[in-house]
């Protein structure tokens, strides 16, 4: 069976960054595309950042644009996503997702119903 399990996550201040990491193991998913979203308290789930099999093709959030980026390193089968210049509305748990891309290795999915396995989530609090 597929597991996702993120790490990074913590306390970091105002203006300051962090860098999660989504390890994939166990079972097989032919193809994977990534994607992290997060959920604040109180908020529903929202797509932060999504890359591509391939690792051609990404996409952001416009809230996020600028200040996130994800990549990805196929050999450890991981998912990364560095954060920059972080603010408290930022606060929320990140999750990482994975779903296979079948025949469309440059696709990259916005949308959480897309995605059939799911991390438990890394905490990500942002101090003013």
């Known amino acids: 069976q597929v597991q996702l399990v993120e790490s990074g996550g913590g306390l970091v201040q105002a203006g300051g960054s962090l860098r999660l990491s989504c390890k994939v193991s166990?079972?097989?998913?032919?193809?994977?595309?990534m994607g992290w979203f997060r959920q604040a308290p109180g908020k529903e789930r929202e797509f932060v950042a999504g890359?591509?099999?391939?690792?051609?093709?990404?996409s952001y959030s416009d809230s996020v644009k600028g200040r996130l980026t994800i990549s990805r390193d196929s050999a450890k089968n991981t998912v990364y996503l560095q954060a920059n210049n972080l603010n408290p509305e930022n606060t929320a748990v990140y999750y990482c997702?994975?779903?296979?891309?079948?025949?469309?290795?440059?696709?990259?999915?916005?949308?959480?119903?897309?995605?059939?396995?799911w991390g438990p989530g890394t905490q990500v609090t942002v101090s003013s």
């Open positions: 890359i591509s099999w391939s690792s051609s093709f990404t």
């Open positions: 997702a994975a779903r296979p891309s079948a025949y469309f290795p440059n696709s990259v999915y916005r949308n959480p119903t897309e995605y059939r396995c």
């Open positions: 166990g079972g097989t998913i032919t193809r994977p595309a």
